[in-house]
């Protein structure tokens, strides 16, 4: 179920820190605090701080982890979390939700060419597994919404429990993103085209729609 958090869970997920918590539970599965502080060179004090806030606002939760003592270990929480529409947002909103993803698009950018460097270190298939796809279509607003839906659908198909990942299956980060084009401004004069010097003569090439091409890389 999709969840959208308030505007105070936003301020708390909106923290570099916190971002690094939740990114390398993402990636590495349950930690303690004093895991989380060693492997991101954090204060620990700091970082059982950040991970109680984010708990506090669904991001994280505790589990069971190795039973030693009395550590805690945390868990980032497994949801389809969903940003409050644009349209919806008041101006406060609005700068937090522009400041989450400026830092989450960074992350993503460093994370991806970390990874993609490393790739000659894999062994196997996993030296291939970096899919990426690029394209433009035409699309009305509910048709991009459908488009959307349709993604976190299939992405939803592939997520099951521990006990029934199948052997070889490693944690693999997706991100989609999309966003249409500025219209045209419609008060701009047409070209003139004795301008160029082609004249009415111009190739009937020039007016080809080519939006519809695609690029991917297996």
Do not use: C
Request: no cysteine.
């Amino acid at each position: 179920m999709p969840f959208t958090p308030s505007l105070s869970g936003l301020k708390a997920l909106a923290h570099p820190r916190r971002l690094q918590i939740l990114e390398r539970l993402t990636r590495h599965g349950p930690a303690t605090s004093a895991l989380l502080a060693r492997g991101l060179d954090l204060n620990t004090g700091a970082t059982s701080y950040h991970l109680r806030e984010l708990a506090r606002h669904g991001f994280v939760e505790e589990t069971e982890g190795s039973g030693r003592g009395r550590e805690r270990w945390w868990r980032a929480v497994s949801q389809d979390l969903r940003l409050p529409p644009r349209s919806r947002q008041d101006p406060g909103t609005r700068a937090v939700v522009d400041e989450m993803n400026r830092l989450a698009y960074a992350s993503d950018l460093r994370l991806f060419e970390e990874l993609g460097r490393a790739a000659d270190e894999e062994q196997g298939a996993w030296r291939d597994a970096f899919p990426s796809s690029r394209g433009t279509i035409r699309l009305t607003p509910d048709e991009l919404s459908e488009l959307f839906e349709a993604y976190v659908a299939l992405l939803n198909r592939y997520k099951r429990d521990e006990d029934a990942t199948p052997p070889g299956a490693r944690t693999v980060l997706t991100r989609f993103l999309a966003f249409p084009v500025p219209p045209e401004r419609q008060n701009e004069d047409p070209p003139d085209p004795a301008a160029d010097g082609r004249g009415d003569d111009r190739d009937d090439r020039d007016d080809r729609d080519d939006t519809t091409t695609e690029e991917s890389r297996p």
